[in-house]
C-alpha cells in the first residue's frame, strides 16, 4: 500500500516562499503525482502534477508562481512556491495515481493521498 507523506507546510509572509514536500516511499516511477489544496470552507482544487509521459503541467491560476519536481531516488516530489498570496493559504495534498498518459486527472481519480499539511500565508 503506497503512503504519502507531506511534511514541509507552514507559516509564510505574503510575497515569500514555501516548499512543501511529499515523501511516498516506494513509488512507481510509472505513477503520476499531484498537488491540490483546499481552503476553508472551499473545494479541494488541483494545483500541479507530474508524470513520466505528459511532464509538468499547471492549474492557471499557480502559472508562475509554482514549480513541482520529482526526485526518484528519494521517492519525493516537491511543491516550490513563491510570491504567495494569502488566497493561497490553505491544506496542500499530494496524491498518486497510475500514468495512463494524460496531463489532468480530476480528484477523484487518484487513490493514494497524503493526509495534508497546512499553508498559511499572512498579509
Known amino acids: 500500500q503506497l503512503q504519502l507523506v507531506e511534511p514541509g507546510g507552514g507559516l509564510v509572509q505574503a510575497g515569500g516562499p514555501l516548499r512543501p514536500s511529499c515523501a511516498a516511499p516506494?513509488?512507481?516511477?510509472?505513477?503520476?503525482v499531484c498537488w491540490f489544496r483546499q481552503a476553508l470552507g472551499g473545494e479541494r482544487e488541483f494545483v500541479a502534477s507530474?508524470?513520466?509521459?505528459?511532464?509538468?503541467y499547471y492549474a492557471d491560476s499557480m502559472k508562475g508562481r509554482v514549480t513541482i519536481a520529482r526526485d526518484n531516488a528519494k521517492n519525493t516530489v516537491d511543491l516550490q512556491m513563491i510570491s504567495l498570496k494569502p488566497e493561497d493559504t490553505a491544506v496542500y495534498y499530494c496524491a498518486a495515481r497510475p500514468d495512463t498518459g494524460r496531463a489532468y486527472y480530476a480528484r477523484t481519480e487518484y487513490a493514494y493521498w497524503g493526509q495534508g499539511t497546512q499553508v498559511t500565508v499572512s498579509s
Open positions: 516506494g513509488l512507481p516511477s510509472n505513477f503520476a
Open positions: 507530474i508524470s513520466w509521459s505528459v511532464g509538468r
